[in-house]
Structures are given as structure tokens and as C-alpha cells.
């Protein structure tokens, strides 16, 4: 963001912004934290040059840590898919022996049935590995 130019920014009658907020590509914030890393620089002086909260930055620094801020990182602007969430046909009548507290499957005579977008479903029934399902929630949540 080049600050030696004038902008005309709306604001309200208190001074703050009004109108839709400035979009930064992927591009951009990768550069602006790597500005960040440069040596004597502070995240202060690099949110004043283009404009920002420092907290934004310090934010963008966690995703650009955790790999998020690549060319190839998945878009953070991707649609939420629907949901519906519906209670069981069948309820147990009496309460069971009390679970470990941490379970790698969950199993019983049940099923969960994800539903795309596209129309098509995927039903899961009976043992289910816990991180098995969280792989194939984590790639469906992508796409």
C-alpha cells in the first residue's frame, strides 16, 4: 500500500473507516511478514509503512508459520459447505460403562452420512477411525 499517496477514505463522524475493507492477496502478506524478518525491523514500524494493526500482522505471521500463507495453501475464502445436524432415530434406553477418556475409533451400530454439494454423500456406518475421519472432513473442507 503506497501511504505517499492521497487516498480519499470514508469515514463517519467519529474518524473511523467506513466502506469495504482493503483485501490483500496471499502475495502481499507473505511479503509484508517477510518484511517482518528482515533484521532491526519491527512489526510496529512495517504496520505503520502499509497502513495495518500490528495485531493483523502478528496474525499473518502465525498463518505464514503454520504454511498458510504459500501459493499453494488451500483458500481461505472457500465456501462453507451445509449442514444439517439431526438427532438419532434410536436412543439408548440405559447408560453405559464410562468411555476411556480418549478414543482413536468409535464404534457401535450408528452411521454418519456427509452430504456435498455436489449431491453426492458419503455414509459412514459402524468403526470409524477418529483421525481417519478427521483426514476426510480436513480434504472435504478444502475443496
Not at 1 to 19: C, F, P, V, Y
Not at 85 to 101: D, L, N, Y
Not at 109 to 114: A, G, K, L, P, T
Not at 115 to 138: F, H, M, P, T
Request: hydrophobic letters at 35%; charged letters at 25%.
Amino acid at each position: 500500500m503506497d501511504t505517499s499517496a492521497e487516498q480519499n477514505i470514508a469515514t463517519d463522524t467519529l474518524g473511523r473507516r467506513t466502506g469495504p475493507r482493503r483485501q490483500y492477496t496471499l502475495g502481499e502478506k507473505r511479503q509484508i511478514v517477510q518484511e517482518t524478518h528482515a533484521r532491526g525491523a519491527s512489526v510496529s514500524l512495517v504496520a505503520r509503512k502499509h497502513d495495518l494493526n500490528p495485531n493483523q500482522i502478528f496474525a499473518w505471521r502465525r498463518l505464514y508459520r503454520q504454511g498458510l500463507l504459500k501459493a499453494d495453501a488451500p483458500d481461505a475464502s472457500a465456501p462453507m459447505l451445509p449442514v444439517k445436524v439431526s438427532t438419532p432415530t434410536v436412543m439408548p434406553t440405559e447408560q453405559g460403562a464410562r468411555a476411556p477418556k480418549r478414543r482413536t475409533s468409535v464404534a457401535g451400530d450408528w452411521s454418519i452420512e456427509i452430504k456435498l454439494a455436489n449431491g453426492d454423500s458419503v455414509i459412514l456406518r459402524g468403526n470409524v477411525d477418529v483421525k481417519q475421519l478427521a483426514r476426510v472432513i480436513e480434504v472435504l473442507v478444502r475443496r
